[in-house]
């Protein structure tokens, strides 16, 4: 499946997962995955540049960073809002708005987004409309798998992939990330949880720790 951005990134000021985040993590690829890379031709998944007006990339080098490992020791508090709670580092810088609210640690990002919704998100509903979003604000963009898992608060829908942010000022270079984001659903609610750092760096641990975490509260 090919997906054609139309924009470039976000400013990198800002404290948003698509263009300073990302984590890796080992998932299984389920047929859904399969049908997606059948469709992206001959390459699988791909990688989309995109230049900032909206043509194709200029030339930059890409770069991944084997750093940005959350330290076990982290420490975690909950984070709660009408009807959910999820485990967050306690000390990782905040930004919040309305139905948003980001946690940020250098190259390590989690966020939480919430929402009123009819349903859950469906697989044919990330493909069609949910990632195609997601791939207009990242430089390039490669879809990796996307597939329901279960955690203590109920099934989720999980995307994963990777992504590019913008070139680094000083040398051109562009960090890729990987990205986790789960989009759960209780009772007229949609709570979406994105889980980002650098590739290479093995968050899986700290990833799980904060979805298994979350609580729908009545």
Not at 77 to 104: C, H, I, K, M, N
Not at 113 to 138: D, F, H, R, S, Y
Request: net charge neutral; hydrophobic share 45%; no cysteine.
């Amino acid at each position: 499946m090919r997906i054609s951005p139309a924009a470039g990134p976000p400013d990198r000021s800002a404290l948003d997962p698509w263009t300073t985040a990302a984590a890796t993590a080992a998932v299984a690829v389920s047929v859904v995955v399969t049908v997606l890379a059948s469709n992206a031709g001959a390459g699988g998944v791909r990688a989309y540049p995109v230049g900032d007006d909206g043509g194709a990339a200029t030339s930059v080098a890409a770069e991944s960073h084997p750093v940005g490992r959350v330290s076990r020791s982290t420490v975690y508090q909950p984070f709660s809002r009408a009807g959910f709670s999820l485990d967050v580092p306690s000390t990782w810088q905040r930004t919040e708005r309305a139905g948003y609210a980001g946690f940020a640690d250098r190259l390590d990002v989690a966020t939480v987004e919430w929402a009123a919704a009819k349903g859950p998100l469906t697989v044919n509903g990330a493909t069609t409309k949910e990632i195609p979003a997601l791939a207009t604000q990242a430089r390039t963009f490669t879809l990796q798998a996307v597939a329901q898992v279960r955690r203590p608060a109920g099934t989720a829908l999980e995307m994963v992939y990777l992504q590019g942010g913008a070139p680094d000022l000083v040398t051109g270079k562009v960090v890729i990330h990987a990205v986790e984001r789960y989009v759960f659903f209780h009772d007229g609610t949609r709570v979406t949880v994105t889980l980002a750092g650098p590739e290479g760096a093995d968050n899986s641990a700290a990833w799980l720790r904060i979805t298994d975490s979350l609580r729908w509260v009545h």
